[in-house]
T-cell receptor
């Protein structure tokens, strides 16, 4: 069946270091969404990428959508303690009616 | 505007007991979803609804039933709870299909089945 995979599962960095999480789909995606979940909280939408090769930035966060629309990445520059949480990517299921989430990458940051 | 709310926030059940989780949204969204979240497993879709009176199965539907009698409410039922259903349950909603629109999540329901 359709799968959305994320690596790494966990990442610990020192404050100020960069961080990247990667998302790969077994099928071509119409678009991809990224969500952030703080510890004890619920997922919150970050961004949606639609076009092949698209790059979007939100302050220190850079999101990329692969040329083949089967992979994506989230890069955080100079991490801060406020970046702590789990980052999920999500792609549309084959029926086109619901999102399939990756297992997420949990980021911890020490100061 | 409360967004997406879930009731209850926390519940402890014994094996074999039944319960219903309630999700309510006040954003007039057509689409509603139920997910479960387990450590290391991410968010897995249980059931979803594309409109009032409709429901469909997601990735992990076994042991759960749902109903969408009113547009603003989406109920998740466990007829005979099992320890494997211990999880955090999230409801979400969106106006258009998930590929066109942000999903808004509720705060979650923590369920422990003993």
């Amino acid at each position: 069946g359709q799968q959305v995979m994320q690596i790494p599962q966990y990442q610990h960095v020192q404050e100020g270091e960069d961080f990247t999480t990667y998302c790969n789909s077994s099928t071509t995606l119409s678009n991809i969404q990224w969500y952030k979940q703080r510890p004890g909280g619920h997922p919150v939408f970050l961004i949606q990428l639609v076009k092949s090769g698209e790059v979007k930035k939100q302050k220190r966060l850079t999101f990329q959508f692969g040329e083949a629309k089967k992979n994506s990445s989230l890069h955080i520059t100079a991490t801060q303690t406020t970046d702590v949480g789990t980052y999920f990517c999500a792609g549309l299921n084959q029926a086109g009616t619901a999102l399939i989430f990756g297992k997420g990458t949990t980021l911890s940051v020490s100061s | 505007n409360a967004g997406v709310t879930q009731t209850p926030k926390f519940r402890v059940l014994k094996t074999g007991q039944s319960m219903t989780l309630l999700c309510a949204q006040d954003m007039n969204h057509e689409y509603m979803y139920w997910y479960r979240q387990d450590p290391g497993m991410g968010l897995r879709l249980i059931h979803y609804s594309v409109g009032e009176g409709t429901t469909a199965k997601g990735e992990v539907p076994d042991g759960y039933n749902v109903s969408r009698l009113k547009k603003q409410n989406f109920l998740l039922g466990l007829e005979s709870a099992a320890p494997s259903q211990t999880s955090v349950y999230f409801c979400a909603s969106s106006y258009w299909p998930a590929n066109q629109e942000t999903q808004y999540f509720g705060p979650g329901t923590r369920l422990l089945v003993l």
